[in-house]
């Protein structure tokens, strides 16, 4: 539909509402963007059908934050193809919250005709017998059971092979940042340190939880005290960890200060990785080696579901699996 409004020098709100016959347009704009749809040959996304029959044209995306995760590229993208079909979208941050989370899922009054929400405080019982459910699809890295279609980043496997990378780069003590000591929880950072514990266990590495450091949140300044943490017990001597795994792009590049702080060598002494889709990671120093989630492709997939239920209602529910990709950078050695 871009491509369209390109070509004819006008909105894509304007060749949506020539392509589904809705607002006022005159007569010659109508038939540019008639010709240049049949030139180009452009189909409508049926989500764009189904929103219109529901007459509101647009979607609420719900996410704890922009600063949350892989949140603020996710949520560009979500942005970027839904104005690409004409569908407007509406932020609504959660802020984590477990009753503004639930309010998304009531959709004031039918504000929205879809919903992509993404979970961090709501439960499996929360999700059971969800408030007025309407077209609803989960995006993240949580494992919680519910009625509603999902796409997931495959967290534990990226982190089972961010270890396996250090593992197999020299390090042999591991230390997790931002992670969980007790296992079994469906947070993001539960789901990414049972990757880390798995890899320790095929690799026949003991799990030694004081190499875990718990944060109370996702910060620079935790990153940088968690390192700080770690190597307290030995301010001028050996390092206790020759590698750090951050589940959150920000606790590295604390980690990196702490690091540089204490004398200790990028990559020579420690290596870091970290979860992150940020910019800052190509220009740090050193530059950092991430693991990213593939958001463009979490936004086309959560949209495409949301397309089928919408068109379609009452359908099987669908689970979608998006894997995440290591970069690699200066932060770990390279063979290559």
Known sequence: MRDVAAAVGVSVKTVSNVVNATGQVNEATVRAVRAAVEKLGYRPNPLARGLNSRTTDTVALALPGLGYGYCAPLAAAVFDLAEAEGISVVMEPTGGDRERELEVLRNRGGLSDGVLL??????????????????????????????????????????????????????????????????????????????????????????????????????????????????????????????????????????????????????????????????????????????QADVRTMARRALDLLTARVREGARPRSHVEVPLTIIERESTFSYA
């Open 118 to 291: 993404m979970p961090t405080a709501l439960t499996a019982r929360d999700l059971k017998d969800p408030p007025s459910p309407g077209p609803t699809v989960l995006l993240g890295s949580r494992r919680v059971e519910s009625p509603f279609d999902s796409v997931a980043s495959q967290d534990t496997v990226a982190a089972e092979a961010a270890v396996r990378l250090l593992l197999g780069r020299g390090a042999s003590r591991v230390a997790l940042l931002g992670g969980e000591r007790k296992a079994g929880g469906d947070s993001a950072a539960a789901v990414r340190t049972d990757g880390y514990r798995r890899a320790l266990t095929a690799a026949g590495r003991k799990f030694d939880p004081s190499l875990v450091v718990e944060t109370p949140r996702s910060s620079r300044d935790d990153g940088y005290a968690a390192i700080a943490r770690l190597l307290t017990p030995h301010p001028g001597g050996e390092t206790p960890f020759d590698a750090v795994l951050a589940l959150e792009e920000p606790l590295a590049h604390g980690a990196l200060h702490a690091l540089r702080g204490a004398g200790r060598d990028v990559p020579g002494q420690v290596q870091v990785v970290a979860f992150g889709n940020d910019e800052d990671a190509e220009y740090s120093w050193p530059s950092l080696t991430t693991v």
